[in-house]
């Protein structure tokens, strides 16, 4: 016996990977609709080797199916992901809006699964991209030895904007060679052959919201105690968010203990040997699901410190993969209840 899935944005970047990733795991789905604005209606998407056409979110009913990907950004989650709870499914929501909502779960199933208890409006939050790839490195380290202060400047790649920032990203480097327009429009700086020292909107310290995301959701999903520094950083990749990170244990911690750590933990792949075969980049991690971990080292200046470097694929673990995850997690705790029996698939 299958679900009733519905996936909202599924013309986005994550909408897409949502449907393919759903396959890609094999997730029980006995019907699969997928959702978006009414003028994406009628508009193509694949589904394994079938083609959905859209369907328009004010018409559907919700109530006909059991959960929701929602990833049609914050304006959309903010408007319809309790409404659509209050119908029957669970929302698995991608957006900022419900994470620090203290009757929601955030989940990262590598991290916290026992959260799934705290669904109190049948919403689940999906972390920020970047904080999803940062705590499933950071957690089996702080299981072995507390961590107490982490320092992390992210480079982040342009599909965490979206199509709109692939294309102008694309757009802008071949204006650079005469093709076209490099004004920017998405990003507040050019992006092509250039890097930009802000994500997101400023805040009154200082910080933007997208390095704030990453303290509080750390704190919601693993440990309040655990100080926080961030910088981020767009950069001219397409796919594929990596930090360098920097980790202050309470006790000595060699490389090779975190490295033996890191081997065995969920979701984590260490690629670490000191040549260039030996460590990730952004470009090797794109369409892979894991969080790679590279060049771990010792912090010299620091009694009890680590310094290491995390990669992985922005859109599948820092979106829909962990969306479709936390699914799966809710299928195996007995959280998703089908109401529906057996069903063929509409298309
Ligand atoms: C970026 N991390 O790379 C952002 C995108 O809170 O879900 C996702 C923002 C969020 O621009």
């Known amino acids: 016996m299958g679900y009733r899935v519905a996936v909202v944005g599924a013309t986005g970047n994550v909408g897409r990977e949502m449907m393919t990733i759903l396959e890609e795991l094999n997730f029980p789905v006995d019907e699969i609709h997928a959702i978006a604005s009414r003028k994406s209606k009628g508009v193509e998407v694949s589904f394994g080797d079938r083609t959905l056409k859209c ?24 408007e319809w992901s309790e409404k659509i709870g209050k119908a029957g499914p669970i929302v698995i929501d991608n957006s900022s809006v419900f994470r620090m909502d203290k009757d929601v779960p955030l989940i990262v199933p590598e991290v916290n699964p026992d959260a799934v208890k705290d669904i109190r409006k049948n919403i689940v939050a999906n972390p920020n991209c970047s ?50 327009d490099a004004k920017p429009k998405k990003f507040p700086k050019q992006i092509a052959f250039n890097v930009i020292p802000f994500i997101g909107a400023f805040n009154e310290d200082g910080y933007t919201d997208e390095e704030a995301k990453m303290w509080n959701e750390v704190h919601k999903m ?48 260490v690629v670490d040997k000191h040549e260039h075969d030996g460590y990730i980049t952004p470009v090797d991690a794109a369409g892979e699901h894991a969080v790679y971990v590279s060049r771990i080292r010792k912090d010299h200046t620091v009694e009890n410190g680590l310094s290491f470097w995390v990669v992985s694929d922005n859109l599948r673990k820092g979106a829909a993969l962990n969306a479709v995850q936390i699914a799966q997690l809710l299928d195996e705790t007995g959280t998703l209840k089908s109401s529906s029996g057996f069903r063929s698939i509409t298309v």
Request: glycine share 8%.
């Open 131 to 180: 904080t999803a790839q940062l705590v499933v490195a950071l957690k089996p380290l702080h299981d072995a030895a507390k961590i107490k202060r982490v320092v992390v400047s992210t480079y982040q790649s342009v599909s965490g904007a979206g199509k709109e920032g692939m294309d102008e990203l694309w757009n802008q480097t071949k204006a650079i060679y005469g093709l076209g």
């Open 55 to 78: 369907q328009d979110l004010e018409q559907f009913d919700f109530s006909t199916v059991d959960v929701v990907l929602m990833s049609a950004g914050g304006t959309v989650s903010k």
């Open 222 to 269: 693993m440990d309040p105690e655990i100080k926080l520094t961030v910088t981020c950083v767009r950069v001219p990749v397409f796919v594929g968010h990596s930090e360098a990170v920097t980790v202050e244990f309470d006790r000595p911690i060699s490389v090779d203990e975190a490295r033996a750590i890191l081997r065995e933990a969920p979701g984590v792949l």
